[in-house]
């Protein structure tokens, strides 16, 4: 399996690459030679030259893990190359594209011969994705689970019809067929699958229900952000909501579990909303304020209960089935992270 050849145009350099059989591509070691014009330049600079395939942040990982050495030893990413070094490069190995199965427990709350609907774990990413590991992804999991997982959609993320944000809790159908897969895709799309949701924010409105219908668009300045914006870029986003416990009763200082039903489906689309009516969600590290709490802070006597996630977890899910066409209705427990913080809360009445 040839790579592309990198290196000094003085000093070509041929790289060859093995399969393992259970595993990914390991290119062979690199090794480079300083060339006169090169040397007093910081070495994380000149081998983001020699390897552009490499950013320099990701060069100066491989220098603190001791992939990348100096004559055969460790070296720091500020070293001022010389003339007679003798630079090392072991690069890591080459993602699989295909993901793999992984034996990780799931909670599965129901599966046929069409779909799977589990409850997913707050910190689990769904999919497998360009700069994160390749590995304890849902896919992963659901590829040990089960053999037969839907093959259309984006490759590499059999089954997936629909994601929920990696710190997000809650309840997803998986697609094990085909037809399953699009027929839950055109629910989706049409709007014919109900979402629920339940969120914890900063502040107690002032009404006891709501709607947002605020249009949302990438960030201009971090494109891993969502953001209000009124322009023909941004799309159409309705978030209704209504309040169903509190914990105090200052509106600035208390806090509120809302329960949300998003009519539309953007990332990042309640998160974003809540924040734009000033009751940004509990330790959301993007939209929020902080990254950390405890329900001490608001119930002294709650015995510890830290929260080091944003607190927003996918309550219900309505669907019809793909083949019977039944209603289906699944409800995702509320995992023991944010069950304190349900159980201290004082239920509006008529709110649940």
Known sequence: MPLRTWGHPHQPLVVAATEGPSGP???????FQVESEDVGDRLDRWLSRQVPEHSRSALRRFIDEGRITIGGKSCRASHRIQLTDRVSFDPPPIPSPIPLPEDHQLQILHQDDDIIVISKEAGMIVHPAPGAPP???????????SGQLSSVGE??????????DRETSGVMVIARTDFAHKELARQFHDREIAKEYLALSHGIPTTLSG???????????DPRKRVVRHEQAARESYTAWK?????????????CWFH???RTGRTHQIRVHLRAIGHPILCDFHYGRETKLDLSRWVPAAPAAPLERHALHAWRLHLRHPSSHQSMHFEAPLPEDLLPWWESATAIQDGE
Request: aromatic content about 2%.
């Open 211 to 221: 709607e947002i219908d605020l249009p949302l668009a990438r960030s201009l300045t």
């Open 25 to 31: 591509a390991r290119p062979e070691r690199r090794e």
């Open 155 to 164: 490759a590499g993320r059999p089954g997936i019809v629909h994601r929920l």
């Open 135 to 145: 590995e304890g992804t849902l896919v992963n999991a659901l590829l040990g689970h």
């Open 260 to 262: 949300c039903f998003p």
């Open 243 to 255: 309040q169903i416990r509190t914990i105090g009763n200052d509106s600035m200082k208390g806090i």
